[in-house]
């Protein structure tokens, strides 16, 4: 293996290595918040204590009394299309399946984040790197993610703020690659950036900002080219808005309350 290539793998794993131990510090004494409860609310349902009680209870005792959801994928979707979900589905349709498999401790609800957070270092490393023209900048990049507090402190808190930073790094790094030959690295820009608005609404600026670079860069490149990149990019925008439509009526529902409430 050239060298190159070795130091990038080893500042990888103990970038990695470093993020996971932040993040299990920070598991290890954080204290669920009140936003925490409203996540278990619309992905696994109402709190019921074994003995039987319902009632307020810690958001800490959640995890432990609960073994999983009390409802399923289509309740989950119709607490979210109410006006008190405000959100959209994926993380919390992930949940809800997520913790039929493992149950409802700590880590294993973090663990989605956390693998997310995961490929988002390398990608983090490949995207400075590319923009820097410099591996080391993409190594320090990479070094300054797996440490920053906002990032860990999302990735162990039980909302889709984590998954979101991580789907918006590596989309940012498919989307300098869009350009290449083949099908393979739009599709992934189309897959990801469809998970990150399904995930979370504020996603959306990140994809328009995304979308219109690749246009003004299509646009400034004259000829053909130029003419079937803006094509390019013009499909790409047609595929993704064609598969959010399910979830569209929900959104304007969403932005009506929200503009209601005001």
């Excluded at 995890?63 to 589905?89: C, W």
């Excluded at 995961?118 to 190594?139: E, I, T």
């Excluded at 590596?170 to 599709?187: H, I, T, Y």
Aim: charge should be positive; glycine fraction near 8%.
């Amino acid at each position: 293996m050239p060298d190159h290539y070795r130091i990038n793998a080893i500042w990888t794993w103990v970038c990695v290595a470093l993020y996971l131990a932040l993040c299990a510090a920070a598991i290890a004494v954080w204290e669920p918040s009140h936003d925490e409860g409203a996540t278990w609310d619309q992905a696994l349902g109402e709190v019921v204590i074994p003995n039987g009680s319902k009632g307020p209870v810690a958001i800490s005792e959640l995890y432990g009394a609960i073994d999983g959801p009390s409802i399923g994928i289509m309740e989950v979707a119709g607490r979210l299309t109410s006006n008190h979900g405000m959100h959209p589905p994926a993380y919390y349709w992930l949940l809800n399946v997520w913790t039929r498999v493992g149950g409802t401790s700590r880590f294993w609800i973090c663990l989605p984040a956390l693998l997310v957070g995961c490929l988002a270092l390398p990608a983090m490393r490949r995207l400075s790197s590319r923009l820097n023209g410099s591996s080391v900048a993409g190594r320090r990049a990479m070094l300054l993610l797996a440490l920053a507090p906002a990032f860990v402190g999302f990735s162990v808190y039980a909302r889709p703020y984590g998954i979101a930073i991580g789907l918006v790094v590596l989309s940012s790094d498919v989307l300098l690659r869009f350009n290449e030959k083949g099908l393979a690295p739009k599709l992934l820009f189309i897959a990801i950036s469809t998970l990150g608005i399904y995930t979370l609404y504020h996603y959306v600026f990140v994809l328009v900002w995304q979308l219109s670079w690749l246009a003004l860069d299509a646009f400034a490149e004259k000829g053909p080219n130029g003419r079937k990149r803006l094509l390019e990019v013009g499909g790409c925008v047609a595929l993704i808005s064609l598969a959010y439509m399910p979830w569209l009526p929900s959104l304007l529902s969403h932005l009506q309350a929200t503009t209601d409430a005001y």
